[in-house]
């Protein structure tokens, strides 16, 4: 059974920005496994590394007379990788339009090569592998570590340039009134004014005069952190990690205790192995089937990443499944350089496999597509076969399917039995969430034949709490924030607990927002008729780290970095309803969080 609408207001979304390009030429096999430095001809400078990053502007910093570069908007970029052997003697990482003589020495390991990479990006430099590991500029040299600490001290010093640099740059063309800089300016010791006309290598000089614990709690929250193993072939994934100047950091981490938390063992929510009552709704099939070769990780196949807590999203690129992380495939980056150009309506196919989980395909039928400035098309289809499930995936050319329904480790459960994402060649979908049990094998399936990134389970999952995640989910999609910032909070303001994970692309998203970067309001009530308002914004892939934004509340003054949290400030009960009544956020209320939808009053 089919049913369609169409929502065909203008609007339309811009193409995806492709990642900075990077040529890589190196032998493989350069170095062991185990990163173990080695002086020998089998080292970086052995066998040439060479690396050429050239991308988006908005992410480097200007190398010319000043910072006037638009720290907001980018472009789309080329993108290329290739391994192969070199000539040369030496190993380097260089941008194409090589700045003013900066080169980053890095220990001769591809750990260290990989995690100066967005830095070397940012800063149009160089890198070498070498013994004295150093930042060397024209006007300076600043030592660095050559033990594990080194990774540390780059993603500080890429956060610090960065930001310091957004802030010297409101002297420039985009002169915002950002929070961050009336809260340190008059700490640092040294006046942005004059800064901004200096060279890049003076600018940095002055940036390392300031201690990193005064702009720390003030930098904008990092998007990404890459777990990438320390292997030469890891050199494919630098592209699609600088692109969003990700810190990268090796893929280590530890077996945790137990695997994800499995919902609660209410019989009449929750179905075990055994067969349950008949009333029980279970989004997994009964009795459970034995696993498949491929099937549930066991305990000892998960990891926990040794860092989890300095960015929006964590990519875990290693073997295993990782717990508080995404798991990130080059597949899932590649997929979305080949993609052939969209309609300028935004597709999205609503599958309900089981008639009893009805109520969860009415609230998302009412949910997509609910913006009139956006060209929406919505199929739903209920009770589809294997046959058909897998035309829709493979010829449908859907933005976004989002399954309602069952599934195993085989399979999406389908009427006549299941369908194996695995069995087919290829699909033809952006975005997924398959909200239903144990469907980590069959996402990271999607993945690999052709979808962008999405949203499984790792196990079982209690129908409940699967409506909301699904609701919650498919509000925030549609307001514009990434599986990245949507998954982060319906973690933190639902029911959804450790079973859903992102596969593929954290930053993949199905819509824009509207007027800036996607946020969330944040209200507490105070005294009377008083409210504390402060706003929780996320970066997208059109407005990227640094991107400056606002509330455009007028009794508000909010221009901050983006992804980032505003300090609360004091706002009246009118205020607060007037800002609500002409603008579609979601809104975290004295730690509820409330759905904003359409123009009208909103009842606080």
């Known amino acids: 059974m089919r049913r369609s609408k169409s929502r065909t207001q203008s609007g339309s979304r811009t193409s995806v920005p492709k990642p900075a390009r990077i040529r890589a030429v190196s032998d493989t096999g350069s170095l062991p496994a185990d990163e173990t430095a080695v002086t020998s001809e ?267 807590d300095e960015s929006v999203e964590h990519a875990w690129f290693g073997n295993n499944v990782p717990q508080n992380a995404s798991k990130a495939t080059i597949e899932a980056y590649r997929n979305q350089l080949n993609r052939d150009t969209r309609n300028e309506s935004i597709e999205i196919l609503l599958v309900c496999n089981d008639v009893r989980m009805l109520d969860e395909h009415d609230l998302l039928d009412e949910t997509y597509g609910n913006r009139d400035e956006l060209p929406f098309r919505i199929d739903s289809e209920f009770g589809v076969d294997s046959d058909q499930l897998a035309t829709l ?53 999607m993945i690999r034949r052709g979808a962008f990134g999405g949203v499984s389970t790792y196990g079982d999952v209690a129908n409940g709490d699967a409506v909301e995640a699904g609701e919650t989910m498919a509000r925030l999609l549609n307001r514009g924030f990434p599986l990245r910032g949507a998954l982060e909070i319906a973690r933190q303001n639902t029911a959804l607990g ?39 914004s996320y970066s997208t892939k059109e407005f990227k780290l640094g991107t400056a934004t606002e509330s455009n509340c007028p009794s508000i003054a909010d221009w901050h970095l983006s992804p980032g949290y505003t300090p609360f400030s004091s706002i009246d009960e009118h205020s607060v309803k007037e800002y609500l009544s002409w603008n579609e956020l979601p809104v975290l209320m004295n730690g509820t969080l409330y759905w904003n939808d359409g123009v009208g009053t909103f009842e606080l």
Request: charged share 25%; hydrophobic share 35%; proline share 10%.
């Open 498 to 536: 450790e079973q859903y994970l992102i596969v593929g692309d954290g930053s993949a998203d199905i819509a824009q927002s509207d007027g800036g970067a996607p946020a969330v309001v944040r209200l507490d009530s105070c005294e009377t008729q008083m409210y504390d308002f402060a706003v929780q």
């Open 393 to 445: 995936l493979t010829e449908g050319g859907y933005d976004f399917v989002h399954y309602i329904g069952h599934a195993t480790e085989d399979g999406l459960r389908c009427p006549d039995g299941e369908l194996d994402i695995r069995t087919l060649e290829s699909v033809d979908v952006g975005v997924f969430f398959l909200n239903a049990c144990r469907s980590y094998q069959q996402g990271l399936a």
């Open 42 to 308: 089998n080292t970086p400078a052995g066998n040439p590394t060479r690396a050429t990053a050239a991308g988006d502007r908005g992410h480097r910093s200007d190398t010319n007379a000043s910072a006037n570069v638009d720290v907001e908007t980018g472009t789309d970029t080329d993108i290329g990788t290739g391994i192969g052997t070199n000539t040369g003697t030496d190993a380097e990482i260089t941008t194409e339009t090589p700045g003013e003589g900066i080169t980053i020495t890095v220990p001769e390991r591809y750990l260290a090569l990989f995690q100066a990479a967005p830095l070397a990006f940012f800063l149009d430099a160089q890198i070498r592998p070498g013994t004295e590991p150093a930042l060397r500029t024209p006007a300076f040299e600043y030592p660095l570590p050559s033990d594990e600490t080194f990774g540390d001290e780059i993603a500080n010093l890429l956060k610090r340039f960065f930001f310091l640099d957004c802030l010297t740059r409101t002297e420039g063309i985009f002169q915002y009134d950002l929070l961050e800089r009336s809260e340190l300016e008059d700490e640092l010791p040294f006046a942005l004014e004059t800064t901004y006309d200096e060279s890049l290598s003076d600018r940095l000089a002055r940036y390392l005069d300031v201690p990193f614990d005064l702009i720390e709690t003030h930098a904008p929250r990092w998007p990404l952190t890459a777990h990438i193993p320390p292997e030469p072939e890891s050199i494919e994934l630098l592209p699609f990690i600088v692109n969003e100047l990700g810190i990268v950091r090796p893929s280590r981490g530890e077996t945790p205790a137990e695997p994800p938390a499995a919902p609660a063992a209410d019989a009449r929510l929750v179905r075990s192995t055994s067969e349950p009552p008949p009333d029980t709704i279970d989004r997994s099939p009964a009795p459970s089937p034995p696993p498949s070769p491929a099937g549930p990780p066991d305990e000892s196949a998960f990891v926990i990443p040794t860092v989890t």
